[in-house]
């Protein structure tokens, strides 16, 4: 788009010097100038068409937040913004929208991992690129986008499994009297995917009792309703894995309005949530008051990183196709202060 814009600068203020040139409404040379000048600025901004999925949980309203807060004129861009509503056809429409208006690179955060290879196709053969932001596209050629930022949600879950392992078998509770289900986020999202492979690989290392996965959308409402659901099936049910925050404030209304009481301390009967994000203040608190046992950090703040890959990329050069966010962990229990994941260590800090 930017290298048609100062051919059309010329031959604008040209038409306006032919029209009025020899009449009376002749336009000034400070008009002249402040048109220039306009023509100018627009000439030197890129433009970004951002493709969100939706508004489903905090972490995305933070995500968005991010991304909208960089990607300004002050900051050198003009941004076309697309909410998807968490439908795929709505992004891919978003997208096809973007290649028509010629932007200078499309940004997509994917509501899935599958069905995008044709628009991304057709975003490379009009010559622009595509940078994935958070969850990951499933695409044979991976050539289809310039690069990926985001985060490594398996780590997240090896993160708080490992708490998990190292505070029970601190506390004394056996492996096999670990009752666990786990609350989902929505089914063939990058997330989802790995933050439940995660548990279902620890369970079967250390022998835990994972009794149901059920998917709960990311939503706090659907988690209620899981939660609930799941409490009439089961009577033994003692930890539960909530794949966000927004998940984690459902799953903890359903269990204290059946009579629960939320902690962690297992073996005198309280049931342990732990969750992901560290985002929605409310589970924040919940953390400092030990009702959220643990919390897997994940980052929303993508829009200056995606800033950096964007000019990375107008430089010339080439950045890492997969680009990973460092991110932490959070316990107010004092009894683990660090856990140890594929011989790396992270310290458990204060939510």
Known sequence: MKKYLSIFAVVFLLTISIMYGCGENTVSS??????SSS??????LITVGF??????SDWRSANTNSMLGTFTEENGYSLVYKNGQQKQANQITAIRTFIQQDVDYIVLAPANEDGWESVLSEAR???IPVIIVDRRVNASDKNLYSCWV????ELEAKKVTAWINAYTTKCGVAPEDLHIVNIQGTIGNTAQIGRTRGLANAARDYGWDLMEEVSGDFTEAKAQEVMEALLKRFDNINVVYCENDNEAI?????????GKRVGSNIKSGEVMVVSFDGVNEQALSYAREGKISCIAECNPMHGPRVDALIK?????????????VDEKIYSSIPDVTAVTVDDKTYTVDKP
């Open 30 to 35: 400070d008009e002249a100038a402040d048109l």
């Open 39 to 44: 023509t100018s600025k627009a000439d030197t």
């Open 51 to 56: 493709s969100q999925l939706g508004a489903e």
């Open 125 to 127: 053969d009009a010559h």
């Open 150 to 153: 985001g985060s490594d949600f």
């Open 250 to 258: 459902g799953a903890i209304t359903a269990l204290e309005n059946a």
């Open 312 to 324: 990375a990329l107008e430089r010339g050069e080439q950045p890492d196709k997969f680009n990973y």
